[in-house]
């Protein structure tokens, strides 16, 4: 993979390119990922396909991958004493369960469908997170509301001010739904007691109502 897709989230965060080109960069990785043969066995073992026995993307060191189209980046593998890897000489390997166990998710970082997924989530926790700062109620952010020490003290009021949040939460939208066919209930509409236009005038200019 070309060291420019490679850094492409350092790239971002350095802001050296642009949110745009981030997303160009992850979505050409997605050339050069391995493709599942078949699927895990048992014990999660899978035979996978390197990129280019996968019609990926074209490899020297797999001739009958040459030329297959312009449109295929060239892979350009970096020699070592070693010898080349297993992958590069074999039609397929096996990927036992532990290999990339602790970086593994079901969606590609930075996809478009990761970042549906990702932003949504994000925006419910930021949101739960503010509700339950809110002054007027848990105070979360304010160390004054648990004033006892200790990480398992701290740990369990801390969970009762959220399971707290929680259950607000859960009311005030039970309140805004119709439940057990009885009408919704909604918050009076608080409205100021408008004054006359006279109490704001000379007096012979506007007439009182």
Request: with cysteine; glycine share 6%.
């Amino acid at each position: 993979m070309p060291q420019t897709l490679k850094d492409a989230t350092k790239d971002l965060i350095a802001e050296k390119i642009d949110k745009q080109t981030w997303i160009d960069r992850i979505r050409a990785r997605a050339a050069y990922l391995f493709m599942p043969k078949q699927r895990p066995d048992a014990e999660g073992h899978r035979r996978v396909m390197c990129p280019a026995e996968a019609n990926r993307t074209q490899c020297p060191l797999k001739k009958h991958t040459l030329g297959r189209g312009i449109h295929l980046p060239l892979v350009d593998p970096t020699p070592s004493p070693a010898g080349s890897p297993l992958c590069c000489v074999q039609k397929t390997v096996t990927v036992p369960p532990e290999a990339g166990a602790n970086l593994w998710q079901p969606l590609q970082y930075g996809s478009e469908a990761w970042q549906r997924v990702y932003f949504r989530l994000r925006n419910s926790v930021e949101g739960i997170n503010g509700y339950a700062k809110d002054p007027l109620y848990e105070r979360l952010e304010d160390a004054g509301t648990r004033r006892i020490r200790g990480i398992a003290a701290q740990t369990l009021l801390l969970a009762f001010q959220l399971a707290h949040a929680n259950r607000r939460k859960l009311r005030a939208w039970a309140d805004s739904i119709a439940l057990l066919d009885d009408r919704p209930r909604r918050r009076p509409t608080r409205r100021r007691k408008t004054k006359p236009l006279g109490t704001w005038t000379p007096k012979g200019y506007v007439n009182e109502p």
